[in-house]
């Protein structure tokens, strides 16, 4: 799963890529303002964490996503085939929006996350506009010269997709059926893609309820409940100075501000919730590990997650729930108390569930 992080000039963004991945940025990597960063950041699991306690594993791994840092956007950069190609190939965008005050670092107007919102949201459905006027001109040129059932639905929806962008809403708004969208998936729309606003507010000494309240009070609420849309709030500054403390300071550090978890946990779980996305736990001495589905995949797909030999000979999926486990002490309990269930290819893998998967391989 990989997530643009997007954003106006001198929002935070790259700020919030560096505590993100933990990558250490040169300044040679900032010369160049257009150049894509790519980092890894470790999904934060409290509950693989209270696995691990229990089977004091060789191994931990966590889930982790995949952020890619693009420079400043505006017109001028969507029409840079490089940088467009880098926001392309992302699944999510995370757009980091400024709602700090700072005299030091400059800012057009006064502070106004949702004028901030819909101006970058206007740039990406104008170059989704311009991507589907050029096809549809091709299209139109095919059908005089050969009809087919499959450029006509191509046709029809673009020209439904035009009228969408033209209304000014972005394509992640329109309704579409899995067809639609597995025709429109070539293209790859950047206002087709799931977004998540993150508002990177001052510090404050009740930065916890700050955070909470942030949504409501730059008045997001209405663009953060639309289809596939979300919002959530950090302060780039103090993530900035988490990041640099162990687990024990840190734990001291958010609780001095009325926080019982940083940002960067909210905004990976909120990214998750976006993308539709859960884990699932393989847990044992050798390892304790995340894996992250799809919601509604079934257990033989969550095998195939695994290894894909897993999915060819798959019989049956030991499953319980991560707590009941916990709660148990033991596999070996578990089964004795009868919570530990077999389930068949068909079961649909739940959120925290821990699999242990019986194949013929």
């Known amino acids: 799963m990989k997530t643009g992080i997007i954003g106006l000039p001198q929002v935070g963004k790259t700020s919030l890529f560096g505590i993100l991945t933990k990558a250490k940025l040169s300044e040679q990597a900032y010369a160049n303002p257009r150049e894509a960063h790519v980092g890894v950041a470790k999904v934060p699991d409290d509950r693989l964490d209270r696995l691990a306690s229990l089977f004091s594993p060789k191994k931990l791994t966590h889930a982790s996503v995949e952020y890619v840092d693009v420079g400043a956007i505006g017109q001028d950069a969507l029409k840079e085939t490089a940088y467009i190609g880098h926001l392309r190939n992302v699944d999510a965008l995370a757009h980091v929006v400024r709602a700090f005050e700072d005299p030091s ?63 000014e809403r972005p394509l992640r708004e329109m309704e579409m059926t ?10 790859m729309f950047l206002s087709e893609k799931p977004i998540l606003y993150v508002l990177n507010v001052s510090e404050a000494p009740e930065l916890g309820k700050e955070l909470e309240n942030a949504v409501n009070k730059f008045k997001l609420s ?26 024990a300071d840190a734990a001291e550090f ?21 993308l539709g996305l859960v884990s699932f736990f393989t847990v044992g001495e050798d390892e304790c590990r995340a894996w992250t589905i799809p919601v509604h995949t079934r257990a033989v797909e969550a095998a195939g997650a695994i290894h894909s030999d897993l999915e060819k000979h798959f019989i049956r999926a030991e499953t319980i729930r991560w707590d009941q486990l916990l709660e148990a002490g033991s596999e070996a309990n578990a089964r004795a108390r009868g919570i530990l269930r077999l389930e068949g290819k068909d079961y649909i893998v739940q959120d925290g569930d821990v699999l242990h998967i019986r194949h013929s391989g």
């Open 254 to 274: 958010l609780s001095g501000y009325g926080l019982k978890e940083s940002g960067l946990t909210r905004l990976i779980r909120t990214t998750y919730a976006l």
């Open 222 to 247: 209405e663009v953060a409940s639309r289809p596939n849309a979300g919002a959530t709030a950090i302060c780039g500054r103090v993530e900035a100075e988490l990041a640099e403390m162990s687990d």
């Open 105 to 167: 670092i400059p800012h057009v107007g006064p502070i106004d996350p949702l004028r901030d919102i819909k101006n970058v949201e206007f740039d990406l459905m104008v170059s989704d506009l311009g991507q589907i006027e050029k096809r549809l001109e091709r299209l139109e040129k095919d059908l005089k010269k050969m009809r087919s059932a499959e450029l006509e639905k191509e046709f029809d929806l673009l020209k439904r997709a035009k009228t969408h962008l033209e209304s």
């Open 178 to 187: 899995p067809e639609d969208k597995k025709r429109l998936r070539g293209f």
